[in-house]
């Protein structure tokens, strides 16, 4: 199905043409007249502020509606209390990860589906068959991200509650410049931020104050291309580019936490990817490489010769001048540290083992030991 963001004239006079890949069937501001790894530096200093509304949002709702979305993923949902969300595993009858995917509680019988480009909409097909439950795409909600460590400044003064008091993964609904709004902490950069879930015809307006009362701190609009930049700096996972084996399972890119190897209850694929955990083919990991570009994603890795992994996700990180790559390595060779060579079609060069994230690796930024 084809969307289009109501901010897209922005975009437009931003510099995107809105042209190349769309993403769930929306055109994406890939970039502006702005240069990306400028907006990394906004976004890592001060903020910057991101249409993510091609995210597909589901409401689940009904007596059954925790059954279903229990029975959808590998966390257990019954645990998750109003005002909370949660990342989690959604894998297939194989164990292999098929998505994306966050839930959202608004209330006991009230969810909200948060997903990518991968099976949702086939799964919740197949588990709301027959039950007291109401599955509905949203396609007039968008989301504004702002992302930085002054992005709690710039919104707190025009939010209707203490904005300070939001832990990360919670959400309230309150009044931001008047609008009715869903407001979250989270986000996909690495950094401190909130997510504005809002109403298509409260989006220009929540996008011009934002980005007006955000001016004097040093917030900018930030393109897709800062997204990804930022991603890979916090090696933050990325379906489908980071399972490009297409049986990927949660073990094999580090994402135990995404099952409850406890849950008592049924949910797809289960008894396949609990018999999975132990027997990973490869593990998720990062290379610092000596290039002064990019190295390609697929580009092989080879150790004395041999085949041992390769590239799925990269980016040269003028931020922190380093040559990054995301990258699958067979377990022996995951050592920090670990000499290896990437083997790609433009670029090759030697690399080394790093701990990740790459940027911020305590993840201090995001969770605060305050």
Not at 3 to 18: E, F, P, V, Y
Not at 214 to 230: E, I, M, Q, R, Y
Not at 271 to 288: D, H, M
Request: hydrophobic share 40%.
């Amino acid at each position: 199905m084809h969307r289009n963001s109501i901010l897209n004239d922005r975009h437009r006079a931003l510099g995107s043409t809105l042209d190349g890949d769309t993403w769930n069937g929306m055109p994406i501001p890939w970039c502006y007249y702005t240069d990306p790894h400028d907006e990394v530096v906004a976004v890592r200093s001060c903020a910057g502020l991101y249409d993510i509304s091609a995210l597909n949002i589901v409401n689940v709702t009904g007596p059954d509606a925790e059954s279903v979305l229990d029975m959808l993923v590998a966390k257990d949902i019954t645990r998750l209390a109003p005002g909370t969300s949660v990342l989690a595993a959604e894998v297939d009858e194989d164990g292999a990860i098929c998505d994306d995917i966050m839930i959202i509680r608004d209330a006991a019988d009230r969810f909200r589906v948060s997903h990518g480009s991968g099976k949702t909409p086939q799964n919740l097909r197949l588990l709301s068959a027959g039950r007291n439950v109401r599955v509905e795409r949203d396609l007039d909600v968008h989301i504004l991200s702002l992302q930085g460590p002054k992005s709690l400044a710039i919104l707190a003064p025009h939010v209707s509650f203490d904005l300070a008091r939001l832990p990360y993964f919670r959400h309230e609904n309150i009044t931001l410049f008047g609008k009715d709004v869903v407001i979250a902490r989270g986000g996909y950069s690495g950094e401190r931020g909130y997510e504005v879930y809002c109403k298509s015809g409260d989006a220009v307006e929540l996008w011009d104050r934002i980005l007006g009362v955000g001016k004097p701190f040093g917030a900018v609009a930030a393109s897709w291309n800062s997204l990804d930049l930022t991603r890979i700096e916090a090696a933050l996972l990325f379906f489908p580019f980071e399972m490009p084996e297409g049986d990927t399972t949660p073990w094999e890119v580090n994402m135990g936490w995404g099952v409850d190897v406890d849950k008592a209850g049924d949910f797809i694929g289960k008894q396949a990817v609990l018999k999975s955990r132990g027997k990973e083919r490869f593990k998720q990991a990062g290379l610092v490489c000596r290039s002064a570009s990019a190295v390609e994603a697929g580009a092989r890795i080879l150790k004395d010769g041999k085949d041992v992994g390769v590239v799925t996700s990269a980016s040269f990180s003028r931020y922190l001048m380093l040559s990054l790559a995301m990258v699958h390595l067979k377990p022996e060779y995951t050592a920090i540290g670990t000499a290896v060579e990437v083997v790609g079609s433009k670029t090759s060069c030697k690399a080394h083992v790093s701990q990740t994230p790459f940027y911020d690796p305590m993840r201090l930024r995001t969770h605060p030991q305050d």
